[in-house]
Each structure stands twice: as C-alpha cells, then as structure tokens.
C-alpha cells in the first residue's frame, strides 16, 4: 500500500488518536479511494479501507491533517447529471464534498510549502456540514492566527514585481485563512517607517501585525518603525507595539530575511506561515553612529569590501543601462581595488560553551537555550557600553573588512547563509575580521561562500570569526563605509549590541 509519509511521528500519531474526539468518525471519498476519517483532539486521521485494490493508491493520499496547518473549510456539491450506463439513461446521486485547504511538504525541500486541497466526498449531506463546522471550530480555538493586518506593498524595489507576487501568491491565502488585509502601496523611501511610527494606540491595537511585501529594505523600515514606537513616550503605544507581529512576504531580489526565516524565497510559503500564525523571536542589532543616529537590523553591518562595493554600486545608479549589472560591476571595480583599512576593533565576547557547527532550525535547542543576551529585552535605547559589563576586548589592524551579521542571511547564492551556524534568536553576533590580504585570497573567501559560509572551519589565517553580543569599530586613517542591510550610514565610527528575540515574526523556523 503506497501511503505518503506521514506528517508526524509515532509519538506525535498517538497524541492524535488519545483525543477526546476519537470516537467521531465517517466514511468518505478521497482521490477515488474509500477512506475512514477521524477527528481526535489535534486533527485527522485517514486510514483506506480499501485493502484488496488490484492497483496503487494514490502517492499523494495523506493520512494525517493537524488542525494547526489548515487554513480553513469549505463545503459544496455536485449538480446531478444523467449518464448512460448499459443502454439505459441513470442520474448520478448529489455528491456533497467537503474541503479542507492546507499544504503539503515536498520531499526534497520540507521548508518549501505548496498550497494543497483535500476534497472528502460523501452522500450524506449532513455528515458533510457537521464535519465542516466540527473542524472549523477546532481551527478557530487556535487564538494565535492573525485575525487583521496591515500591509505594505513597494512596488518599486527589486524588479517591481511585488504587486504581482501579492495578487497573486499571498492575498489568497490570507482571503482564505479568513485574515483582513489593510494595503498601504508606498510611495517614497521611508513611506512604511514614517506610517509605522506614526500610527495612533487604536490602530496599533486593531492590528496583530504588520507585513512587508517587498525587499529587504521594505522589512527593514516596518522593523525600525516598530522599534521607534517601541521607545516613544507614550507607554499605551509602546506596549501596543510591541505586541505586533512582523512578516515579510518576499518580491525583492534578494530577500535574506524570508529565506533566513523560512528557508525559502516562497512568497506562498511565507503567507501559510503568516495564515497559521506561526510565531518565533528574532534578535534585532542596534546601530550606533558617532553623530548620533542609529538604526536596527537583523541581517548585518559591515565595512570595507561590502561598505565600498555599496557605494561604488549608488555612484553607478546615474547610468540608466547598466540596471542590476551595476552590482557586479561594482563587486568587480573594488575587489580589483583591492583596499584595506586600519581600525581599532572592541568586542564583547559571548558565553562559551555553544556548539559551533550547529544551524539554526525549527525549534532550534540553541535559541532556546542561548544567554548571550536577556530574552526579550527591551533596553534599547543605546549600544554603547554600561557598567557591570564584561570587559572589551580591544585589537587593532589592517582589514580588507569587518562584518557583524544577525541571522544566517540566506539567498540564493547561499541557501545555507553567509553565516551558517548563526541563529535567529540566540543573542549572538558573528564577528568577522578579514584581515590585509591579496586580491586572490579574498577571491578565495568569497568563493567559498556559496557553499560554506563565511564562518566555515576552514585553512585561510587572514580569516577569523568570533561570537560577540557587542562591538564598536573605530577607523584610523582613511576611511571606508559602513553598509548596513544594503543602507550607507551617515558615520564611519559605530557600535552595535544585539538584543536577543527583541521582535516576534510569522515564522516557525527552517524545517
């Protein structure tokens, strides 16, 4: 008998069948094949009863549906209809189908959902309706799903495609899920920051969170909206805010933050994981510049090769032909360049004693278990350093470039990200110095990203990684520039702090 594997395992199976509900049970059609459905506390249960079948059953039959991954059911039937059958004119029976929408894991890529319809067909009408309102209740009871958003859709960032990717990948799903969407198209740069920020305590508490449909910039301005309301004065709004959910439907180019999340650039997997409500903490960096302004990020800031290559890419943006082939023109015009910067470089290292090949995943035991930094602290107002701190760690040198990066920051170019073993939550930042090195070393490094990472264990001396909870760089001499998430900051002289699973994001994690 060919069965798809099931969604759980055997101890999680025998959760489902000790539900209370494990005496509700009825016959139905699936794919062709007569089935018997259960309802337990947690789900349902479907066992073919058809054993002696001369062919396969369908690869695809699934025999369990937690009510935590469907979004919703519906029900409805078939027009009766007249066929011939032995030279004699018969009328079909009224079908009454009952559908349950949820999604279905590809082997080979577990973390990329497809959206997936499981249609029971039975005669009984009342059977139908009763399992349809049975199930729906039991979804409803889950309180977490988000009942209203806001969302804001750039329709300019990356190739222009998220309108598209909204219309047609994520506002179904949500229609669906029963979620009410408020679509904000920005207009400007920091149109989403300016809106966030200044959203008033009713509107806050009549959203359980907000999505950005775009790029990484687009996420990146509703995070630092949040985080300005989060320290305003006003403790009604600052409490509102920090109940919020944030989620990031990708339609950019690169789209690091959904991929580190989700482990996927699926905009239709992102939205199941906004429908469902799916909720984990997400470390947040503050940035902070000698002038005075700051920023947060939970990707990454870095200076030297990355921080000229962004503003060789921006003086390159006048010419209208060269389009995104600016970006490998530039990468080219600086690796060539081949500079090197001296810094004085401070730290604080982290708590010993984490495994470091370990890679953040769905219910990752390192972000569970991480003291680098207090659990959801709210203290940040500033990255500088306190009293009763660890002492820093001071070095000073040449480097081809320093880079303190958040989260994985996976793409395309390295599905396992440009730090692999960093976590979304375990209140560390991976420090890395590249020091002064030839142009074909450095090529080296960056050719090993792709598939190992930049914090691999790996032969090259010029290159090391550390896990920190702060830093602060101050350069000496001539300058580069700090990129930080794609943004040039105003100042060279910087210090950054991680503040562990400071938001919460719709996301479970990469499975």
């Known amino acids: 008998m060919l069965l798809r594997k099931p969604r ?15 005496e509700c049970s009825a016959q139905f059609v699936l794919e062709g094949v007569l089935v018997k459905a259960r309802l337990t506390k947690t789900g349902m249960l479907l066992t073919p009863l058809e054993t002696r079948r001369c062919w396969p059953l369908p690869a695809n039959l699934p025999s369990s549906i937690p009510f935590s991954e469907i979004l919703c059911v519906a029900t409805s039937h078939s027009v009766p209809s007249w066929r011939r059958c032995r030279g004699l004119w018969r009328t079909q029976k009224v079908t009454h189908r009952l559908t349950i929408c949820t999604f279905r894991r590809p082997r080979l890529r577990q973390c990329h ?28 009871i889950n309180s977490v799903r988000p009942k209203t958003l806001l969302v804001f859709l750039n329709p300019f960032g990356g190739s222009g495609r998220a309108p598209a ?61 949040v985080m300005a309301l989060r320290s305003c004065e006003e403790a009604d709004r600052a409490a509102a805010a920090a109940q919020l959910r944030l989620g990031h439907i990708p339609g950019g180019s690169t789209d690091a933050v959904a991929y580190s999340l989700n482990g996927t650039r699926s905009a239709v997997t992102a939205a199941l994981h906004v429908a469902l409500g799916d909720r984990t903490p997400l470390d947040v960096m503050r940035v902070d510049t000698a002038d005075g302004s700051y920023r947060f990020s939970v990707c990454y800031a870095t200076y030297g090769y990355m921080g000229d290559l962004l503003r060789t890419s921006e003086s390159l943006r006048w010419s209208k032909w060269l389009g995104e082939q600016r970006y490998p023109l530039a990468g080219a015009l600086t690796l060539l360049r081949g500079r090197s910067y001296h810094a004085c470089v401070s ?49 000073e040198g040449e480097f081809k470039s320093i880079m303190a990066i958040v989260t994985p920051c996976r793409s395309d170019m390295s599905a396992g990200g440009l730090a692999r073993t960093a976590h979304l939550s375990d209140g560390r930042l991976k420090l890395v110095f590249v020091r002064r090195c030839s142009v074909l070393q450095y090529l080296r490094l960056l050719a090993r990203i792709p598939t190992l990472g930049i914090d691999a264990e790996h032969d090259l001396p010029f290159v090391t990684v550390l896990d920190v909870v702060a830093v602060a760089v101050k350069p000496i001499g001539p300058e580069s520039s700090w990129n930080v998430d794609g943004e040039l900051m105003p100042s060279n002289h910087l210090s950054a702090r991680v503040h562990r699973g400071a938001v919460q994001v719709f996301s479970r994690g990469v499975e």
């Open 113 to 140: 959902w497809v959206f997936h319809s499981v249609e029971l067909e039975s005669q009984e009408e009342d059977v139908v309706r009763r399992w349809a309102a049975d199930i729906n209740e039991a979804v409803n």
């Open 165 to 225: 990717v909204w219309a047609r990948d994520a506002a179904p799903i949500l229609s669906k899920a029963g979620v009410r969407c408020k679509v904000v198209v920005t207009e400007r740069p920091l149109h989403a920051y300016e809106t966030v920020r200044d959203l008033a305590l009713l509107e806050l508490e009549s959203y359980d969170g907000i999505l950005a449909v775009g790029g990484d910039g687009m996420f990146q301005e509703l995070l630092n909206g």
């Open 347 to 395: 730290y604080i290292p982290s708590t010993p004693g984490i495994s470091k090949r370990v890679e953040c995943t769905s219910q990752c035991h390192i972000c569970a278990e991480a003291t680098g930094a207090p659990a959801g602290d709210t203290s940040m107002h500033s990255s500088t350093p306190s009293e009763g701190e660890p002492a820093w760690t001071v070095i």
């Open 8 to 22: 759980f395992s055997h101890s999680q199976l025998t959760d489902l069948e000790a539900g209370p509900n494990s």
